[in-house]
């Protein structure tokens, strides 16, 4: 998109941005109400809405931008009329729900979890109705998207955020014990406890000192492949998702024919470091422009280019056993802030070591190792991969083993 037409996005955004959204009757009470752009506007303007009332404090924020939908939804006005309309939809209402499923691994679980209401609002601009076509194909959402969430990096950088903390921690019932500082007061800003650190004893790391055994790289959902073209047969359907377009190297790319990809997704409640998934040496990065759509399953698995779109930065991982570096991929989403990497090119670093972290928002994390490493994923992350389901596992718990 050149300077020009981002800038007329940019300013029809805006417009779009002044139609009220305190008015419940402002929200549409009809599916046929939905494949007009007029509606697609008022949703973003919802969004920005609540973009702009997250840097101050107040509990009325943590029932809005920051909770979960399910609850949020009973809770609003216009949100509840737009609930009506949701409703209309019958089966496919069903399929699009406030959130998913998935297996925890520690304890076999299969557990129900929420979307963030601005998610919510993202996944039903996106794919409402089929007006989002032309919204997408003319760059609107887009700049929508783009606009919120580097407005929302900057909200959560002010002081006044931070009186969402205690909020925030008491909505999603995070533990304090695994904290470097759990004194919230500590915090200057709501994006400082966002990229919260933990105790270095706060994670395991499997088969630590072992160069044949590869970790998850955050507190995340993972689904793994043993070929990328598996990953796009059970879970990624964006049509341009290719190894090239998500790293945005052809030539790269070709490298890592046969090699194998696991997808790592952060929810906003989660320990937003990530780390090392191997013991190797930090390569170069490449960071990539991109848009913010929403990394939740529901838009992944449908014709949206979410992770060739996205905004992402690509770290190479060399490997002491092969000559072909694993690629680390940090990916950003709906209201993320920014990614930043907290290592140097050159250091040596172990299994489960700091790597980076993002801001505010959900991310994902794309890992790809070359077919040279020969890796093996766990049974249970296979399976439940092949079943469609994501599998809740923590920072340094093993993924995958190299075949030797």
Same mark, same amino acid.
């Given at each position: 998109m050149t300077d020009q037409n981002e800038q007329k996005q940019m300013e029809k955004a805006e417009q779009h941005a002044l139609i009220p959204v305190e008015d419940p009757a402002a929200a549409p009470d009809t599916l046929t109400d939905y494949h007009k752009e007029g509606d697609h506007a008022r949703l973003s303007s919802a969004l920005s809405s609540l973009v702009s009332k997250s840097a101050s404090s107040g509990e009325s924020v943590m029932l809005n931008l920051l909770a979960p939908a399910t609850g949020v939804i009973k809770k609003s006005g216009w949100l509840d009329m737009a609930k009506n309309a949701f409703s209309v939809m019958g089966n496919y209402a069903d399929s699009w729900n406030y959130g998913n499923y998935v297996i925890v691994r520690k304890t076999g679980e299969k557990k129900w979890e929420s979307m963030p209401l601005y998610a919510r609002i993202g996944m039903h601009l996106l794919f409402v109705g089929r007006a989002e076509r032309t919204l997408l194909e003319d760059g609107y959402l887009h700049t929508v998207f783009k606009k919120e969430s580097v407005q929302s990096g900057l909200n959560f950088e002010s002081p006044a955020s931070a009186a969402n903390i205690p909020h925030f921690v008491s909505v999603y019932k995070l533990p304090l014990e695994d904290l470097l500082e759990p004194d919230l007061t500590k915090y200057k800003n709501f994006n400082d406890f966002f990229a919260r650190r933990l105790k270095p004893d706060a994670r395991t790391i499997e088969g630590k000192g072992d160069e044949t055994v590869f970790t998850s790289p955050a507190d995340c959902r993972c689904t793994v492949f043993q070929t990328i073209d598996l990953a796009t047969q059970y879970w990624v359907k964006g049509k341009k998702f290719t190894l090239g377009n998500l790293i945005d190297d052809d030539e790269l790319a070709k490298k890592y024919a046969g090699g194998n990809i696991g997808l790592? /997704?952060?929810?906003?409640? %989660?320990? +937003? /470091?990530?780390? *090392?998934?191997?013991?190797?040496?930090?390569?170069?990065? +490449? %960071?990539?422009?991109?848009?913010?759509?929403?990394? &939740?399953?529901?838009?992944?698995?449908?014709?949206? &280019?979410?992770?060739?779109? &996205?905004? /992402? *930065?690509?770290?190479?991982? +060399? +490997?002491? /056993?092969? *000559?072909?570096p694993i690629l680390f991929v940090a990916i950003g989403a709906l209201l993320v802030g920014s990614i930043e990497w907290t290592v140097k090119e050159g250091k040596e670093v172990g299994k489960g070591s700091e790597l980076g972290c993002f801001k505010y928002g959900g991310s994902t994390v794309i890992v790809v190792w070359p077919e040279e490493l020969g890796v093996e994923f766990d049974k249970d992350l296979v399976e439940n991969s092949i079943s469609r389901m994501e599998t809740v596992v923590e920072v340094g718990n093993r993924v995958g083993t190299m075949k030797v």
């Open positions: 790592f /997704r952060l929810a906003p409640q %989660d320990y +937003h /470091r990530f780390h *090392s998934p191997a013991d190797c040496t930090i390569g170069t990065v +490449h %960071d990539i422009p991109g848009t913010y759509y929403t990394v &939740n399953p529901m838009a992944v698995q449908e014709d949206l &280019n979410v992770f060739t779109e &996205n905004k /992402r *930065s690509v770290m190479q991982l +060399h +490997h002491p /056993r092969s *000559s072909t």
